[in-house]
């Protein structure tokens, strides 16, 4: 079993940055990608980006550029370092852990961009 938690959300201003972090407790055995999703209020949730466990990262063509996943295996925590944030990067952000052995999720964590 693995316990996500995420941190790092909170209120900033456009154009401004913030740092989610994923923290995994539990065996981390088999995991084979780590993502980020986020969900608006009344939207799907929707894929921002993932890294695998070999170190390759995708992102969503809509925060290319300005997103960037990095992971620490010996911490066993995935970041999410997110630049030039506009107010429809607004959302929960969630983790997900993809493993041989199932699929976890974070309980997620509050982004809000606003001046």
């Known amino acids: 079993q693995v316990q996500l938690v995420e941190s790092g959300g909170g209120l900033v201003q456009p154009g401004g940055s913030l740092r989610l972090s994923c923290a995994a407790a539990?065996?981390?055995?088999?995991?084979?990608?780590m993502g980020w999703y986020r969900q608006a209020p009344g939207k799907q949730r929707e894929l921002v980006g993932s890294?695998?466990?070999?170190?390759?990262?995708n992102y969503a063509n809509s925060v290319k550029g300005r997103f960037t996943i990095s992971g620490d295996n010996a911490k066993k925590t995935v970041y999410l370092q997110m630049n030039s944030l506009q107010p429809e990067d607004t959302a929960v952000y969630y983790c997900?852990?993809?493993?041989?052995?199932?699929?976890?999720w974070g309980q997620g964590t509050q982004v809000t961009v606003s001046s």
């Open positions: 997900k852990f993809d493993t041989v052995l199932g699929h976890y």
């Open positions: 539990g065996s981390t055995f088999g995991v084979v990608i």
């Open positions: 890294i695998s466990a070999g170190g390759n990262p």
